[in-house]
T-cell receptor, first 112, second 112 residues
């Protein structure tokens, strides 16, 4: 049971480049989330999904897109990276009925 | 007023001290309360989970919820250097998959 895994662990992009972050969970959780964490800002929700084929916007969705084609995977895409998207990105999945979230190890993204 | 307020610290204590970490919240509809611990360059890990007002104990950790005052606390007894981390409080409205609302975290340093 690997829990929540994220790929890649670290990436450097140039402004305008695109990339996809992959999140996978093997706990059969319905709900999955993408957060970004910046110094002094805490965890901010980007997008989330309440089931396969569904997605919804969170607090800071601009510049990001997501897809949930399979229940176990949640993809976060950056179509045209900007330096403001330099951050640490965390994926999480939610265990019901207790509402506890389990986090992945994070992806550090640097946009130059 | 932010939904969840948490003093960012930093908080420095000697080994063996009792540590008190606190959060206040404004939405009386929050039902579930969690504390996460996050080590440097790692994802948050669930530490404590409580549903109702009162205390919940797990080893050296005690979580306390006072819904009437909209105040939650985490107490760490006999603190150890390994407790040095950032502690985030989190709360969720219900079991319907609404994403957690996080505090910004308190950084704790325990010196030996």
């Amino acid at each position: 049971n690997a829990g929540v895994t994220q790929t890649p662990k670290f990436r450097v992009l140039k402004t305008g480049q695109s990339m996809t972050l992959l999140c996978a969970q093997d706990m059969n959780h319905e709900y999955m989330y993408w957060y970004r964490q910046d110094p002094g800002m805490g965890l901010r929700l980007i997008h989330y999904s309440v089931g396969e084929g569904t997605t919804a916007k969170g607090e800071v969705p601009d510049g990001y897109n997501v897809s949930r084609l399979k229940k176990q995977n949640f993809l976060l895409g950056l179509e045209s990276a900007a330096p403001s998207q330099t951050s640490v990105y965390f994926c999480a999945s939610l265990s019901l009925p207790y509402g506890t979230q389990y986090f992945g190890p994070g992806t550090r993204l640097l946009v130059l | 007023q932010k939904e969840v307020e948490q003093d960012p610290g930093p908080l420095s204590v000697p080994e063996g001290a009792i540590v008190s970490l606190n959060c206040t919240y404004s939405n009386s509809a929050f039902q579930y309360f969690m504390w996460y611990r996050q080590y440097s360059r790692k994802g948050p890990e669930l530490l404590m989970y409580t549903y109702s007002s009162g205390n919940k104990e797990d080893g050296r950790f005690t979580a306390q919820v006072d819904k009437s005052s909209k105040y939650i606390s985490l107490f760490i007894r006999d603190s150890q250097p390994s407790d040095s981390a950032t502690y985030l409080c989190a709360m969720i409205l219900n079991q319907a998959g609404t994403a957690l609302i996080f505090g910004k975290g308190t950084t704790l340093s325990v010196s030996s």
